[in-house]
């Protein structure tokens, strides 16, 4: 009976847990505090000693720690993954979950020096991905032994699948927002081309060198000097 009590708790604090993530990915916060709630919570929720979330670099092929809720510097400056490397590089490779009930008797665990320093037993490492692409992982650590099951690696995958789409969706803002800026950029750059243009009776490629120009010596963007130009051009039809 108690352990059937145990077990509900448990369940009810994962559910919690997982509902705080979910009101994360939906609120207003900058990823990088998303992530950082993320970890946060997983590692009180799994009763982890460390808890971090790793991004792919795809032009290098190195993973680096992007958000965790360890104070340890050593831990935090280490240097990144390649793919392939370590135990969470495997991950990576092979895009499935990793168990490793003594890291320091894994072949494949790189920093043991800093687990030794830190405390570190155990650890579960699983991957971000999205459709068959993978971005990173996500790991636990535990200060002592312990055999992971398949509920902690389902809770874990659970949490490694949200977060990979709330990377994936501030991605693509972040995009489309680059796009739209540098469509408001072309449409001021064009009006001010014509403006000078008619003033001056020089060449549309005359006219974007002008303004090139003008926004380097004077360390602005071609959109702030299209802008002001546009802004001085109707002032003067008032």
């Known amino acids: ?29 900058y990823l990088d505090d998303i992530l950082k709630l993320i970890v946060t919570i997983t590692a009180e929720t799994m009763g982890s000693k460390i808890c971090s979330l790793m991004l792919l670099d795809t032009e290098k092929q190195e993973l680096n720690i992007k958000a965790t809720q360890s104070i340890s510097k050593e831990y935090i400056n280490k240097n990144p993954l390649k793919v392939g490397e370590g135990i969470a590089g495997r991950v990576v490779m092979e895009n499935v979950p990793v168990a490793v009930e003594n890291i320091m008797e894994s072949e494949n665990y790189k920093y043991k020096d800093i687990a030794v320093k830190e405390g570190l037993v ?6 971000l991905h999205l459709k068959n692409r993978v971005i990173g992982v996500l790991n ?20 490694a699948d949200q977060t990979a789409i709330v990377i994936e969706n501030y991605r693509l803002v972040v995009e489309s927002q680059v796009i739209k800026e540098e469509l408001e950029t072309r449409k001021a750059v064009e009006k001010a081309k014509g403006i000078i243009m008619k003033d001056l009776g ?26 002001a130009i546009v802004l001085s051009s109707e002032m003067k039809k008032l």
């Open 122 to 127: 155990s650890m579960l490492s699983v991957p």
């Open 1 to 29: 009976m108690a352990e059937s009590t145990e077990k509900e708790e448990n369940s009810r604090e994962v559910v919690n847990a997982l509902l705080k993530i979910s009101e994360a990915i939906t609120s207003d916060l």
């Open 140 to 159: 636990i650590y535990t200060s002592k032994p312990h055999r992971f099951s398949d509920y902690e690696i389902g809770i874990l995958t659970t949490v």
């Open 202 to 227: 020089i060449a549309e490629n005359s006219a974007f060198k002008k303004i090139q120009k003008f926004a380097m010596d004077n360390r602005k963007t071609m959109r702030e000097v299209a802008e």
